[in-house]
């Protein structure tokens, strides 16, 4: 089984500081990297992408990918309350995402 | 653009019964897969549809089955229904197959098993 582990939290920042989030993954193979935030009862949205080795910034979203350590994660600067929420790590090592169980962050006001 | 979208949202159905879900995907998206997303085993992924064609299948047994449209549209059917079917069940679209990809969600439909 391919594995995705993300440390199931909870996180919890303080408004404006900096949510740090990170997963691991199992298949050396694997190409394209996705971060899901899921709120409470509602369905994963898509708000990061990366598939080369490097950071990708999108707003207040940084994506980081090291292949070498199979290590994505996922920076959030000036944190707000509005990103509590569950945060999926999705790999795809073929033609279906795999996804790690998520990681709680709670952002304290 | 409009979203994926899913019905019925929520559902009921007792042990040993069917049931079928629908999906549509975002315009011009080929791709739908679909998930089972539960709070002890996460989101699984179920298969995907393709052109009318399943693609990808994961590992769940054979009372999970589905099909696509010409359209794209596709549906999914549970056949016997288990209390483990208990789920929120997801599809998501993309425009090629997922491989490569980038998916995107629907609300998904919430599946009681009483």
């Known amino acids: 089984q391919k594995e995705v582990e993300q440390n199931s939290g909870p996180l919890s920042v303080p408004e404006g500081a900096i949510a740090s989030l990170n997963c691991t993954y199992s298949?050396?193979?694997?190409?394209?990297f996705f971060w899901y935030r899921q709120y409470s009862g509602k369905s994963p949205e898509l708000i990061m992408f990366?598939?080369?080795?490097g950071d990708k910034e999108d707003g207040r979203f940084t994506a980081q990918l090291n292949k070498a350590s199979q290590y994505v994660s996922l920076l959030i600067r000036d944190s707000q309350p509005s990103d509590s929420a569950t945060y999926l790590c999705?790999?795809?090592?073929?033609?279906?995402?795999?996804f790690g169980k998520g990681t709680s962050l709670l952002v304290t006001p | 653009k409009a979203g994926v979208t899913q019905t019925p949202r929520y559902l009921i159905k007792t042990r040993g019964q069917q049931v079928t879900l629908s999906c549509s995907p975002i315009?011009?998206?080929?791709?739908v897969s679909w998930y089972q997303q539960t709070p002890g085993q996460g989101l699984q992924f179920l298969f995907e549809?393709?052109?009318?064609?399943?693609?990808n299948k994961g590992n769940f047994p054979g009372r999970f089955s589905g099909r696509q449209f010409s359209n794209s549209r596709s549906e999914m059917n549970v056949s016997t229904l288990e209390l483990g079917d208990s789920a929120l069940y997801l599809c998501?679209?993309?425009?090629?197959?997922?491989?490569?990809?980038?998916?995107?969600f629907g609300p998904g439909t919430r599946l009681t098993v009483t």
């Open positions: 298949d050396r193979g694997s190409q394209s």
């Open positions: 990366i598939y080369s080795n």
């Open positions: 999705a790999v795809k090592p073929g033609y279906a995402l795999n």
């Open positions: 315009s011009g998206h080929r791709s």
């Open positions: 549809y393709f052109s009318e064609t399943q693609r």
């Open positions: 998501a679209s993309s425009r090629g197959l997922a491989g490569a990809l980038e998916q995107y």
